[in-house]
């Protein structure tokens, strides 16, 4: 099975930054990744698919890229609503999928 | 407007069994493969399983946790997915979702919450 990892597992930001986060398959998935940002409480919404296209209606501050096995997820400019978890997914392998185990961005 | 309303979560004991329902509307669930996606409070997300339309001849996959114990079916006349949990187990209490079609979640139900403990 294609195991996803995250980097980091959590981190402080302050409204403004750029951020990124990191995405890792065990093997190549070429672009079949999606990221997904979670509130408390709240389903999973989905940010971005095949890597880098954007979901319509998901703010132009996010952009995802890479292919293979090595991910990112960047917000250009961190808004006070981008307070959250964030998952990446792969939809690489033969109809199973796995997310990677999150990060959450808090603030500084 | 696509809705998904899980629902049938509950308390049950380790080694029960646990039917969830996923009624949906909004877009044309004959022809959409359903996914469950599950939750552990303060945990990530977990890929379940699927099953795929008629027309794929309703092929269903699983995640290794729950395979053997785990069966996803659908109803299309009721526009209904249900998720049948046995030998259920302590480490499958999570907030159960449903979502349509993949291979990415665009549109997610509520959630239904199980909770197997004695």
């Known amino acids: 099975a294609i195991r996803m990892t995250q980097s980091p597992s959590s981190f402080s930001a302050s409204t403004g930054d750029r951020v990124t986060i990191t995405c890792r398959a065990s093997?190549?998935?070429?672009?079949?990744l999606a990221w997904y940002q979670q509130k408390p409480g709240k389903a999973p919404k989905l940010l971005i698919y095949?890597?880098?296209t954007l979901q319509s209606g998901v703010p132009s501050r996010f952009s995802g890229s890479g292919s293979g096995t090595d991910f990112t997820l960047t917000i250009s400019c961190l808004q006070s609503e981008d307070f959250a978890t964030y998952y990446c997914?792969?939809?690489?392998?033969?109809?199973?999928?796995?997310f990677g185990p999150g990060t959450k961005v808090d603030i500084k | 407007e696509v809705q998904l309303v899980e629902s049938g979560g509950g308390l049950v004991q380790p080694g029960g069994s646990l039917k969830l329902s996923c009624a949906a509307s909004?877009?044309?669930?004959?022809?959409?493969?359903m996914h469950w996606v599950r939750q552990a409070s303060g945990k990530g997300l977990e890929w379940v399983g699927r099953?795929?339309?008629?027309?794929?001849?309703?092929?269903?996959a699983y995640a290794a946790s729950v395979k053997g114990r785990f069966t996803i079916s659908r109803d299309d006349s009721k526009n209904t997915a249900y998720l049948q949990m046995n030998s259920l187990k302590t480490e499958d209490t999570a907030v159960y979702y449903c979502?349509?079609?993949?291979?990415?979640?665009?549109?997610w139900g509520q959630g239904t919450l199980v909770t197997v403990s004695s």
């Open positions: 095949a890597a880098s």
């Open positions: 909004g877009f044309t669930f004959s022809g959409s493969a």
């Open positions: 093997q190549g998935i070429s672009s079949y």
């Open positions: 099953i795929r339309s008629k027309a794929n001849s309703y092929a269903t």
């Open positions: 979502t349509p079609a993949g291979p990415y979640f665009q549109h």
């Open positions: 997914q792969q939809y690489y392998s033969g109809g199973v999928f796995t």
